[in-house]
């Protein structure tokens, strides 16, 4: 029998493994025998701890946004300032969604509609972080710090400044001739703030 201890562990790496199955094969493609394989273990207790293929997917991208949930309540929640808020969120794209073994799997869940990674998001912005970035947005254009802006088109605009990058590095370094990726990423967040700033700020 696990102990506690024992079982998260056994947890842990099975979903270490099936992230890289589910990033090279997707859900319909992955085998739980290949992924019991690489995580050491037999394939009895990837359903005991996760009952089905199903399930342990869906359990990696709610650990995603649990970690983005967790960010929100102790970065994000108490800020007041929208440059500083911008650039943490900045900050935390461009530390969290630069793991290659994640982006296939996003990318996949986005291309067949993303009914699993959906649910997921959808739950977790009903929690208040879409309020909070509309509602910052939206004070400081009534303060007249900010152009009169749609906060939607604001925030798709930002997100989308972030990810482009993160998903297609490889053409982006190749086309724009960026010979050190490592010290471009590590610019990215003040470089976005500063282009996103510079374009919803009254002139």
Do not use: C, W
Not at 69 to 75: C, G, S, T, V, Y
Not at 108 to 126: L, N, V
Not at 143 to 165: E, K, P, T, V
């Amino acid at each position: 029998m696990e102990n506690k201890q024992d079982k998260k562990n056994t947890a842990s790496l099975i979903l270490e493994a099936a992230t890289e199955e589910f990033s090279k094969f997707g859900l319909a493609g992955a085998r739980i025998d290949r992924i019991a394989k690489l995580a050491g273990v037999n394939k009895a207790m990837i359903y005991y701890h996760f009952q089905s293929k199903e399930k342990l997917y869906q359990t990696i991208i709610e650990q995603f946004v649990d970690k983005l949930r967790h960010f929100f309540k102790e970065r994000i929640v108490l800020l007041d300032n929208p440059e500083e808020i911008f650039l943490n969120l900045s900050e935390f794209y461009n530390s969290h969604f630069a793991n290659p073994t994640f982006i296939p799997i996003l990318l996949r869940e986005i291309a067949s509609g993303g009914d699993m990674i959906k649910k997921t998001f959808a739950e977790f912005m009903a929690e208040g972080p879409a309020h909070k970035l509309k509602a910052v947005i939206e004070n400081s254009v009534e303060q007249g710090s900010f152009r009169n802006i749609d906060s939607r088109q604001a925030i798709a605009s930002f997100i989308g400044m972030n990810l482009f990058y993160l998903i297609m590095s490889p053409l982006v370094n190749n086309i724009l001739e960026i010979k050190d990726e490592k010290d471009f990423r590590e610019k990215r967040p003040e470089a976005i703030v500063d282009l996103f700033f510079n374009g919803i700020k009254t002139k």
